[in-house]
């Protein structure tokens, strides 16, 4: 990125960073000389991390060396989904999910193991309608015994079971409806974990969630329907080791500090170890230029980012991509404008925004 030159005094040149910054210029004197999100993760001992996809690392060198300076971590953003896993039956293709753990360990970084059983991997015919008639518990349990053996001992995490609450779906527990809470009942869940473990003691367990950020109805009866899940799990000695806060978060949608707080505290009280797992910040509906966005984005992760730091032992933060240029979101979330969306630490050109200063800061351990 093109370093601008000052004449003016460190303190001018601050000041006039601070300037800059607020006026979204974007570039900060100390953002581009900053040590990088894995340097300052691996001294804080906050391991930061961005979900991938192997092809966007074979194709696209230039984010390749992005997530080999900024990231400690990698999560496949779908390559150990069932649908992109297991096409057919007897067929498990571990190839690309395989192509990600070579990278993260020619890199000397980990890789969180993303996910197990998801209501949103049904995708395939075969799976549906199997899933539909009253299938065998052996399609579970051999597939989750399958690809934990796979990856025994080389993950750092796995996402065992995500977003299985769903409160307005108006089912007993709050539990979302799910083809596998049809298939299987609600014991799916601890299930899950207990197939995991049998295959992988060593690997920590995470329980993953979505939509817990923000105050509203359903926010409020799906944090309580957490919290009764994973409270269920413990009573039944479930071998479960962490809770996975997604955090998609949102600007302007209404947020309440107080009452995240309480929730996120009461998940540090069941001594679960927290991952931020899925960070990105939606600016779809904010109004105004490239670096008003930037700002209002930086300042909402900073507002969220501080609240979940202070009550809970967070010892990963992983954002869902790293550069604009791949963002899930832009699959499904358009703005009014037709601008292109920016919720992610580093621009489409791979370089460095406010968002990214916030998570330094994060990670660094300053307010
Ligand atoms: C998303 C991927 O980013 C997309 O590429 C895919 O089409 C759908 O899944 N919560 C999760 C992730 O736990 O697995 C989802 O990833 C995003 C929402």
């Not at 966007?56 to 992005?66: G, K, N, S």
């Not at 395989?98 to 799976?127: I, P, T």
Request: aromatic fraction near 8%; proline fraction near 5%; charge should be neutral.
């Amino acid at each position: 990125m093109h370093r601008s030159r000052f004449s003016l005094s460190r303190r001018q040149l601050m000041a006039s960073a601070g300037a800059l910054a607020l006026s979204g210029a974007g570039w900060l004197p100390d953002m581009n000389d900053r040590a990088s999100l894995r340097e300052l993760g691996e001294k804080s001992g906050l391991l930061y991390g961005a979900a991938v996809q192997s092809r966007t690392l074979r194709e696209a060198p230039r984010m390749a060396q992005a997530v080999a300076r900024e990231c400690s971590l990698l999560t496949p953003e779908f390559e150990l989904k069932w649908n992109t896993l297991r096409p057919e039956p007897d067929v498990f293709n571990f190839s690309r999910a395989d192509q990600l753990l070579r990278f993260a360990e020619r890199h000397n970084m980990r890789m969180r193991g993303h996910v197990l059983v998801w209501y949103k991997s049904v995708r395939d015919k075969w799976l549906i309608e199997a899933l539909n008639n009253n299938p065998p518990e052996s399609l579970l349990a051999d597939h989750i015994r399958t690809v934990a053996e796979h990856y025994k001992g080389k993950l750092y995490a796995w996402d065992v079971v995500n977003e299985a609450i769903k409160a307005k779906d108006g089912l007993p527990d709050r539990m979302r409806a799910s083809p596998w809470l049809t298939a299987y009942g609600p014991g799916y869940v601890q299930r899950a974990f207990e197939y995991a473990y049998a295959a992988d003691p060593i690997t920590p367990l995470f329980y993953n969630e979505t939509n817990l950020e923000y105050d509203d109805e359903e926010t409020r009866l799906r944090r309580q329907g957490v919290l009764n899940l994973l409270d269920k799990l413990k009573r039944n000695n479930t071998p479960l080791h962490g809770f996975g806060l997604q955090m998609h978060l949102q600007v302007g949608r209404p947020y309440s500090p107080k009452s995240l707080a309480s929730f996120i505290a009461e998940i540090a009280k069941r001594n679960l170890e927290v991952h931020i797992t899925e960070l990105d910040v939606s600016d779809v509906d904010i109004p105004g230029d490239r670096d008003t966005r930037d700002r209002l984005v930086a300042d909402h992760a900073r507002e969220v980012l501080e609240t979940v730091m202070a009550h809970a032992p967070v010892t990963t933060l992983s954002t869902w991509g790293l550069s604009d240029a791949y963002t899930w979101m832009e699959d499904r979330y358009f703005r009014a404008d037709g601008a292109r969306l920016r919720p992610l630490p580093l621009d489409r050109d791979y370089n460095r925004k406010p968002l990214w200063s916030v998570l330094a800061d994060t990670i660094e351990g300053r307010k």
